[in-house]
């Protein structure tokens, strides 16, 4: 069974406004370093993957280093493994694409500017990463919001135009 939602029009529905992309197979890539960029790091928080502290530890880290409170430590890292993983399949790409920018905004402002643009891989001593992911990655989520996931997109198969 195919649920097919309504076609973005001036009338249309706000479900199918969001679902709604073109065909354009230039998405994929983006869709995937997005997905590598922001899973990888939700991981890290969440599970302890990739070298990371898991979710007790990055509680506790982020709470005492930076004043984040637990329950959007958790929502982030929640966000950031299935909002990644969704993103990947082009599912609620405008979204998730959002959700996700509004995720880095905050890490921007609220960790990582104190440390400049650089992400200062221990090159210069006791100074953090800068914003430079950051950018990177809103540069990802504003190509998603403006085009939607393109082709090989399941919002492609929702939705198609």
Known sequence: MKFCVEPATPGGKILGRLLQTGNH????????????????????RLFGWFGGLGISAAIIFQREA????????????????????AIFLGLLTRPMAFALSVDMLVGLFKVH???GFFINWHFVPNVGHG???????????????????GAFSADRWLAPS
């Open 25 to 44: 197979p230039a998405m994929l890539p983006v869709r995937l370093a997005l997905t590598t960029i922001v899973f990888a790091h939700g991981a890290q």
């Open 66 to 85: 930076f004043g984040i409170p637990a329950f959007l430590t958790v929502s982030g890292a929640l966000l950031e493994v299935f909002g990644g993983l």
């Open 113 to 115: 500017l104190a440390s």
């Open 131 to 149: 914003i430079e992911m950051n950018v990177a990655v809103l540069g990802l989520t504003l190509c998603l919001m403006s085009y939607g996931g």
